[in-house]
């Protein structure tokens, strides 16, 4: 199973949702079944490390956050079997790759899975300050328990 987590620039959101995810399947033991990427459906910061101040919220959660912001290619959507946005925007940018809709089913917005959190998307924290940071990491950890509920059942 091979999961992709995509935002606009791949330095805050979905490279923390990628960290994230990647610490809870090695936790579940699943990491030999799961594997993660992250990727922007911008190329603004393509080759730069995760933002200094997600990576410094994360890591004081314990997750390390070593991805290169990539940008998303149409080769994506055939590579991975679930690709999870942010937001409504990273969301329409991506299906605009499969204008003939083959993927569609694969591509989904990551607050789908929430439990805890009722929200729409994943805020972006770019240009707020440190509350921001902590409420992406909290959404997304509610996303990514939940989640590996769901594929723990379809690969077992």
Known sequence: MRVLFVCLGNICRSPAAEGIFRQKIKHA???HLISCDSAGTSAYHEGEPADGRMRDHAKGRGYNLTSLARHLTPKDLDHFDL????????????????????????????????KIHDVGEVPDPYYGGTDGFELVIDILEDS?????????????
């Open 83 to 114: 690709i999870l946005t942010m937001d409504e925007s990273n969301y329409n940018n991506t299906l605009r790759l499969d204008p003939e809709g083959i993927y569609h089913k694969k591509v989904k917005k990551i607050v789908s899975y929430c």
């Open 29 to 31: 033991g699943l990491d």
């Open 144 to 156: 990514c328990d939940e989640l590996i509920k769901e594929l723990e059942t379809k690969i077992k």
